[in-house]
């Protein structure tokens, strides 16, 4: 354990077993950093009611019980203990750190956590709604890897019902090898709008349109086959996004509607048979309890239409039966937008009543805030149509490249420079932001050099590798000892030691923006050191090699952790 706020935590809670009874023992101690110490716990002040003592009274027992063993402690004001942790301490623990492969992430015992992400609509082009569903998702993917967990990675294409019909006339009506030509080329977006302006305005193409749909679902070959080629197009194009962006989804992780549509039918025999379903108005619907509309009438989840027809509301109680029964999930995370929160709710919901989704399995809807442009309106072209992420990225690595024009790079390593931080700059202006929350898109904030952005974290290590590059020293072989002297050399080694906790807090919470936000102070707590305190040119051979040592230390956990949000670093910048 190297986060000294979890082995504070851990001995005031021994402390608090010790001086008031076992039944204390597990109180939040409400540890906090402090201006006026390394940490501050205030349990004192909460347990005083408790007790029927007075706050200082009750902080002077707490720390009377307390080891001290590396720190400090006092009690301040009306009942604050402040604790501060000893050099030494620090330094042993940093050394530790540097001896740990794993930089002091746990490993944890191994559940099976299914990840719903991405999700674009098949034979349409990816546009920049599905770049935070993607890469939250790949974050959240690649932490529970790195934690231990068995991650099964779900990408819930949209490949299935009416508008399929519609392409496929479409494709008949164009000609199968134009048709397939165009998708090749990128131009889904423009082939399906031409398909539903035909469907909205010709009422013979709506009627052929209707008649291919139960053709399709009823397994036609003729129409499998059309489908098919729509399908393979779409999935070359999207792992071109896919790689673009660094994302870990292959054609293995695809489990589209499609799949689910031979379980549709048991599905509603099931919830029928266990009287969970019922006909209103001639659907079959069922009605989780505390769901209410407008008008406070219960609020229907509609898993067979009228027409006998079926939705995504029975498509994704399907997903999570199967996610649950034979997938063998611990927990499912579905990484999606936040306006289908209601939707995740019933669907959860239902997913209980059916005995399906037991108290010892999570589902999550890890919520999807909205992309805005600069009038804090969803971001759209100036047309008004949706941006096109290919378009977007494009465009990123276009501006990227402008910010490093001047460094002197041959070609083709300012190419790949410029693809790198144009990739992380859009990823982590995403990440860093809560998930659930909107965000404003601007590339001028998110490529520059300084502030909380991705090219900044980049920067920092490639100036901490041009120590080692000056030096002729392998990162790698340093070893320490550490020592603290400078203040800031004090503060880095206490922000090295936080990593492994923020890496488990991201996977418990779903919240990669706390990765984001450590590796942003620990950048900063770097660069107050390097201007303090010179590295290669030390005072003496001991002080450089503690420095060497932090700096090493530093580097590995700023490009570990911009590993886990899928960022990748360039050499030099």
């Known amino acids: 354990m190297t986060d000294p706020q979890l082995l504070l935590t851990e001995r005031v809670q021994q402390a608090l077993g010790t001086a008031f009874g076992p039944e204390y023992a597990e109180e939040d101690p ?54 501060t942790l000893s050099d030494e301490w620090i330094a042993e623990q940093a050394e530790r750190l540097l001896q740990d492969e794993r930089l002091g992430v746990p490993k944890v015992t191994p559940q099976t956590v299914v990840i719903d992400y991405s999700a674009p609509n098949a034979a349409k082009e990816m546009h920049v709604g599905h770049l935070r569903t993607t890469i939250v998702g790949d974050t959240l993917a690649r932490t529970h890897e790195h934690l231990g967990n068995r991650v099964i990675r779900q990408n819930h294409l949209g490949d299935w019902g009416t508008p399929f019909g519609m392409l496929i006339e479409h494709l008949l009506d164009v000609g199968e090898e134009e048709a397939l030509r165009r998708l090749a080329a990128g131009e889904g977006n423009a082939f399906y709008q031409e398909a539903r302006k035909k469907f909205d305005t010709d009422p013979e193409f709506e009627e052929r349109s209707r008649r291919r749909v139960p053709l399709l679902q009823g397994g036609d070959p003729e129409s499998l086959r059309l489908w098919g080629e729509f399908i393979e197009y779409t999935k070359r194009y999207f792992n071109k996004v896919y790689a673009m962006l660094g994302v870990t989804l292959t054609d293995e992780h695809i489990a589209g509607e499609s799949m689910y549509n031979p379980m549709l039918a048991d599905v509603c025999d099931e919830l029928e048979k266990a009287g ?20 406070g009438a219960p609020l229907p989840l509609i898993i067979r239409k009228r027409d006998g027809g079926y939705g995504y509301a029975t ?61 804090g309106k969803m971001f759209r072209t100036r047309s008004g149509e949706s941006v096109k992420l290919t378009d977007l990225l494009n465009e990123a690595i276009v501006r990227a490249d402008a910010v490093i024009a001047d460094r002197g790079y041959e070609p083709e390593v300012r190419e790949q420079i410029a693809r790198k931080v144009g990739m992380g700059a859009v990823k982590y202006a995403d ?32 100036r901490i590798r ?9 990162p790698g072989s340093v070893t320490g000892p550490i020592r603290l002297g400078h203040p800031t050399e004090r503060a880095l080694a206490l922000q090295l030691l936080k990593f492994g906790s923020v890496v488990q807090a991201v996977a418990d919470l779903s919240e990669p923006h706390r990765l984001c936000g450590y590796l942003f102070e620990l950048a900063q707590a770097f660069t107050a050191f390097y201007e303090n305190c010179p590295v290669l040119k030390a005072e003496d051979e001991e002080v450089r090699r503690s420095r060497l040592a932090l700096s090493a230390l530093t580097l590995r956990i700023l490009l570990q952790g911009l590993d886990l949000l899928g960022i990748d670093v360039p050499e030099r910048m």
């Open 30 to 83: 409400l540890i906090r950093s402090s201006q006026f110490a390394d940490y501050q716990a205030n349990i004192a002040l909460s347990l005083a009611k408790r007790l029927r003592r007075a706050p200082r009274d009750v902080a002077q027992d707490l720390l009377g019980a307390l080891d001290q063993t590396g720190i400090t402690a006092e009690v301040s004001g009306p009942g604050f203990i402040n604790i």
């Open 466 to 474: 041009s120590i080692f590059r000056t030096g002729s020293i392998d």
């Open 276 to 295: 969970i379903a019922k006909i209103s108005d001639g659907a079959l619907c069922v009605f989780p309890p505390g769901f209410t509309g407008r008008d």
């Open 431 to 462: 990440l860093s932001v809560s998930h659930d929350s909107e965000y404003v898109f601007d590339f001028d904030r998110m490529l520059a050099l300084t502030g909380n952005t991705g090219p900044y974290l980049q920067y920092a290590t490639a």
């Open 315 to 375: 498509t994704d109680l399907a997903a999570i039966r199967y996610r649950i029964r034979d997938l063998k999930a611990d927990r499912i995370l579905y990484v999606v937008g936040a306006t289908q929160s209601l939707h995740f709710q019933m669907v959860f919901a239902t997913a209980r009543m059916a005995g399906w989704l037991t108290d010892d399995i999570r589902a999550e809807h890890v919520q999807i805030g909205s992309v805005l442009g600069s009038d």
